[in-house]
Nanobody
Framework: QVQLVESGGGLVQAGDSLRLSCAAS????????MGWFRQAPAKEREFVAS????????YYADSVKGRFTISRDNAKVTVYLQMNSLKPEDTAVYYC??????????????????WGQGTQVTVSS
């Protein structure tokens, strides 16, 4: 089992920045690739970003590329999502997730084994 707890969400204005954190506990954190997903009201959950076990490889949704940065600190068993130049359309509940299996594809939520409870991000215009 891996327990994931997100933090860092809040209410900000368009153009502001936020950094989300996801603290893990349980099984060896470094054995899991990590991802961030988000779900806006009345929409399906969507992929935001992912990072490989060692942090070498990162992937982003086109909608956040160039604005968001995913990173991880295996010593602190934490994954981060730095969000810059926030837009109202970034408003959503943000979830972190852990993936044990090695797969070429990282965007599909069905590949992830463990999920946090989510943190709300609201961007006002």
């Amino acid at each position: 089992q891996v327990q994931l707890v997100e933090s860092g969400g809040g209410l900000v204005q368009a153009g502001d920045s936020l950094r989300l954190s996801c603290a893990a506990s349980g099984r060896t954190f470094s054995g899991y690739a990590m991802g961030w997903f988000r779900q806006a009201p009345a929409k399906e959950r969507e992929f935001v970003a992912s990072i490989s076990r060692g942090g070498t490889y990162t992937y982003y949704a086109d909608s956040v590329k160039g604005r968001f940065t995913i990173s991880r600190d295996n010593a602190k068993v934490t994954v981060y999502l730095q969000m810059n130049s926030l837009k109202p359309e970034d408003t959503a509940v943000y979830y972190c997730a852990a993936k044990y299996r090695t797969t070429a594809q990282t965007m599909d939520e069905i590949l992830y084994d463990y999920w946090g409870q989510g943190t709300q991000v609201t961007v006002s215009s």
